[in-house]
C-alpha cells in the first residue's frame, strides 16, 4: 500500500506571496491533519479534515486554510506569507479515531524569503 | 487541556547501552499516547502507542514503553542502542475536541548513539 505523499517536497516563496501544497493519503484513509514543524516551536497542529469537513482546528491565524477533496486528497493553502511560516509542513493521514495511528508524509520544506 | 513534556532535549548513549528516553503526560481523561521517530529529512514514523490496554507497549525496533498512571509517564526503552536508533524523538498525546482530535507533541528529543 502506498504510503503518504506530498508535493512538492521543496518550495521557495518571498514574503506576501501565497502558496498551496498537497497531500495524497493512504488508500482508505478518510482523515487529514497537517502539522508545522519549525525549531521554534516544534510540532503544532494547524487543522484536521475528515470527509471533505474540517473537524478540527489549531491555533493558527486565518492565513492558514485548507480543504479536502472527495477522494480525500487534501491541500493547506498560506496567504500572506510571512517569514516565520519557513517551516516544514508534515500532512498525516488516519481512519479517523483518536487511537488511530497516524501515518505522517515526508514533509513539505518551505522557505520564505 | 492534554500534554506531554519530554524531559531532555538530547540524550547521549553508547552503543549497546540502554535508551531510556522519558516521556510525562498531562490528561484530565484517560490518554492514547505514541512515541514518534524522525530521521533526518524525513515526516515521523510510528514507533510504539498506548490506548488503554495492556501497560507495557512492545513497538518496532525493539522499543517498547511502560504506561505508568502513579507517575503520569510513558517512558521510551530500548536494552541495547544501535548507531541506526541516532535519530529525533517525539512522545505525543491524542487531544480530543467535541468534534474532532489531533496529536499533542512534546518538544522532542535527539538522541545520538556513540561507537
Known amino acids: 500500500k502506498a504510503g503518504v505523499t506530498q508535493t512538492p517536497r521543496y518550495l521557495i516563496k518571498t514574503r506576501g506571496q501565497q502558496v498551496t501544497l498537497s497531500c495524497s493519503p493512504i488508500?482508505?484513509?478518510?482523515?487529514v491533519s497537517w502539522y508545522q514543524q519549525t525549531p521554534g516551536q516544534g510540532l503544532q497542529f494547524l487543522f484536521e479534515y475528515f470527509s471533505e469537513t474540517q473537524r478540527n482546528k489549531g491555533n493558527f491565524p486565518g492565513r492558514f486554510s485548507g480543504r479536502q477533496f472527495s477522494n480525500s486528497r487534501s491541500e493547506m493553502n498560506v496567504s500572506t506569507l510571512e517569514l516565520g511560516d519557513s517551516a516544514l509542513y508534515l500532512c498525516?493521514?488516519?481512519?479517523?479515531?483518536?487511537?488511530?495511528?497516524?501515518?505522517f508524509g515526508p514533509g513539505t520544506r518551505l522557505t520564505v524569503l | 487541556a492534554q500534554s506531554v513534556t519530554q524531559l531532555g532535549s538530547h540524550v547521549s548513549v553508547s552503543e549497546g547501552a540502554l535508551v531510556l528516553l522519558r516521556c510525562n503526560y498531562s490528561s484530565s481523561v484517560p490518554p492514547y499516547l505514541f512515541w514518534y521517530v524522525q530521521y533526518p529529512n524525513q515526516g515521523l514514523q510510528l514507533l510504539l502507542k498506548?490506548?488503554?490496554?495492556?501497560?507495557l507497549v512492545k513497538g518496532i525496533n525493539g522499543f517498547e514503553a511502560e504506561f505508568k498512571k502513579s507517575e503520569t509517564s510513558f517512558h521510551l526503552t530500548k536494552p541495547s542502542a544501535h548507531m541506526s536508533d541516532a535519530a529525533e524523538y517525539f512522545c505525543?498525546?491524542?487531544?480530543?475536541?467535541?468534534?474532532?482530535?489531533?496529536?499533542?507533541f512534546g518538544k522532542g528529543t535527539s538522541l545520538l548513539v556513540t561507537p
Open positions: 498525516a493521514s488516519s481512519i479517523g479515531t483518536a487511537t488511530d495511528t497516524q501515518y
Open positions: 488508500s482508505g484513509h478518510r482523515s
Open positions: 498506548y490506548t488503554s490496554a495492556a501497560t
Open positions: 505525543a498525546v491524542s487531544a480530543n475536541s467535541n468534534s474532532g482530535y489531533a496529536l499533542n
